[in-house]
């Protein structure tokens, strides 16, 4: 959209909301929200970053390499996260766990925290993904 | 040994890492090779699964940190070891033979993108075959779907993505049924875990008897759409003719097979035989069979392409395993169960054959293969194998399951149905024949065709090969395996 108000405001607003979507994703085990909502919320901010720069030739560009790579590594390190608590719980295995940590500070809950973060990034690109699909056919 | 109980939920999770590794490579090699050894670690483990269950009997395997009713659980038994086995094997046979075919059949930009669908979809069909918890099936089977349905479009031409949309459209729909099966279940149950399922439904049978009947038809016309059941096949033969050879080898030997084994399941595990065998279904499912037996052989006849007569042959065989499980016996079920087996050996090489003579003459027309048993004599070969094996010749796999389900019949008493099987063999043989003769014979065919001219490298004739002493050494000896599945079938 070539639109001079749209885009001033827009690149006042885009960090705004980028902060709120990671506030959303690292509070996610303390708080409401959490890795989708969080990621749904840094989605958006991508596409309207693509909405609003795409006729200036923004510097930024997101590949379709980038995206393919930051999901797979996502998927792997929740795979790997969650696989291990899998096991040790199926099996039995009495193995080093992640503390729980102190209730009420962001660096507890165990697991649950990298899992939204995982989760958060695979949803961000997965929402930027379907908009340029649909927009564009390709990514 | 005792950590071979974790090996079930380690096969899903390598497959699944396995495959999200590959889109991160550069080299369409390496993906390759991730592909295949990753699903070899497989076979092994399964192997030494079949091992562990064999010393400790069936298991169930709490996945993560929560009991049964709240959280997850895998059930393996004889069943699912032996299944697993033949999935993983079947599946590295038709990875192995896809090195050489991928690169003909598909855009190298999409490679990456086919083993990965491979990958996720061996993974998600074990997790139906394994996992205990219903709703985690149907997990697993929306899964799949998605999977089964990019490896039909991979080839990415026109009429791949129409078969491919005509099949995700009528799979949705399947599991949508089976999704509405699940919620009746769970409406009168109250429980998700197919043990705890069982429990509560052996009390509440008496009040619930319509709901039963709703449920059972659910799950059987949902789970007969993703498994191609005879009325509702109607997806098949496009997504089977269009797709990548290999695509259709897995699609036809291992996707259909795990809904039926999930069907299985679903009636011996969640309702338990007893109450089945009170309600209507069973008989539909037998009459489907039957029908299915006899029209898809008749249809497969009508075809002039290749790959869509071997497409409408496993609808065909398709009938003969739900006749197996309509028959509602122990010996029909085994039937059943030992022609999964020998239908994926089957089907399998004939389609990766099928795929082999495409690539060399680029034709998919039946009429074109005359004196093709000159020009690729080993791969032909192995044809001869498997279609002497689907007609019921002894000595073949296909004997032995025909066989079984003959006994089954006698021991439930429908004779008449014999008849049935018979027809259905004799018109396996009215299809399968010809082509074998026009191959070989006629002195118009076998002119001027040069020998060994248009045969692949061994190593690509490598996995068709296995297949077929695969399917002779099932037809000499079966014991062994008929073994496990009686085994298998009383511990259901």
């Known amino acids: 959209m070539k639109d001079a108000l749209l885009r001033e405001i827009g690149k006042v607003v885009i960090p705004f909301i980028q902060i709120f979507g990671i506030y959303i994703i690292l509070n996610g085990h303390l708080s409401p929200g959490g890795g989708f909502s969080g990621g749904t919320i840094l989605g958006v901010s991508l596409i309207m970053h693509k909405l609003i720069e795409e006729p200036y030739k923004s510097r930024i560009k997101i590949s379709e390499r980038a995206v393919m790579q930051f999901t797979c590594v996502s998927l792997i390190l929740y795979g790997l996260l969650k696989g291990y608590s899998f096991i040790t719980g199926g099996g039995e295995f009495e193995l080093l766990d992640i503390p729980l940590g102190i209730p009420g500070r962001i660096l507890s809950g165990g697991m649950l925290l990298p899992l939204n973060v995982a989760v958060g990034i695979i949803v961000c690109f997965t929402i930027y993904t379907f908009y340029t699909l649909f927009d564009k056919g390709e990514i | ?492």
Request: one cysteine or more.
């Open chain 2, 1 to 492: 040994m005792a950590a071979a109980a974790n090996f079930p939920l380690l096969i899903i999770l390598i497959l699944f890492l396995s495959s999200f590794m590959m889109p991160v490579l550069k080299r369409v090699k390496a993906v390759k090779w991730l592909s295949l050894s990753s699903i070899l670690l497989c076979v092994v483990l399964s192997v030494l699964t079949l091992a562990y269950v064999q010393q400790n009997g069936a298991f169930l395997y709490k996945v993560g940190h929560f009991e049964a009713p709240w959280g997850n659980e895998l059930k393996i038994g004889y069943l699912e070891a032996i299944m697993s086995i033949m999935f993983t094997s079947i599946a590295a046979l038709i990875t192995w033979a896809s090195f050489f075919s991928a690169d003909y059949e598909i855009k190298e930009k999409n490679i990456m993108l086919y083993y990965t669908l491979c990958g996720m979809l061996l993974a998600s069909l074990l997790g139906i075959l394994y996992s205990n918890d219903i709703f985690n099936c149907f997990v697993f089977i929306e899964l799949s779907s998605i999977a089964a349905c990019g490896i039909v479009v991979v080839k990415d031409k026109k009429e791949n993505i129409k078969a491919g949309v005509k099949y995700l459209i009528l799979s949705s729909l399947g599991s949508g049924l089976v999704l509405m099966g699940i919620a009746f279940l769970y409406s009168i149950t109250g429980n998700l875990n197919i043990g705890f399922i069982h429990q509560e439904l052996v009390k509440v049978k008496d009040l619930y008897h319509n709901t039963l009947i709703i449920s059972l038809g659910l799950f059987t016309v949902g789970l007969g759409v993703k498994s191609a059941m005879f009325p509702v096949h109607i997806w098949l033969p496009d997504a089977h003719t269009y797709a990548p050879s290999s695509s259709s080898a897995l699609l036809s030997s291992l996707v259909l097979k795990a809904y039926i084994l999930l069907y299985i399941k679903i009636i011996y595990r969640v309702f338990g035989i007893e109450i089945v065998k009170t309600l209507p279904i069973l008989e539909i499912v037998l009459v489907m069979g039957a029908v299915g037996m006899i029209f898809g052989s008749i249809l497969a006849l009508l075809q002039k392409d290749l790959k869509r007569m071997i497409a409408y042959s496993s609808v065909a065989q398709i009938g003969y395993i739900f006749f197996g499980i309509g028959l509602g016996n122990i010996l029909g079920l085994m039937a059943a169960i030992f022609h999964i087996i020998s239908h994926a050996l089957t089907k399998s090489a004939l389609f990766l054959i099928a795929g082999n003579i495409i690539e060399r003459i680029h034709s998919k027309e039946i009429s074109r293969l005359k004196g093709i048993g000159i020009e690729m004599p080993i791969t032909l070969g192995v044809f001869v194998v498997c279609a002497l094996s689907m007609v019921g010749i002894p000595l073949f796999a296909g004997f032995n399951s025909k066989w079984n389900f003959a006994l089954a019949i006698i021991d439930s008493n429908r004779i008449l149905f014999i008849a049935v099987l018979v027809a259905s063999s004799l018109l396996n043989a009215l299809y399968y024949l010809p082509i074998i003769i026009n191959a070989y014979f006629g002195e118009e065919n076998t002119k001027d065709r040069v020998y060994m001219s248009k045969e692949k490298s061994l190593g690509a004739l490598l996995p068709i090969l296995i297949l077929a002493f695969a399917i002779i050494y099932l037809g000499i000896s079966s014991n062994g395996i008929i073994d496990l599945i009686a085994k298998s079938v009383s511990n259901l």
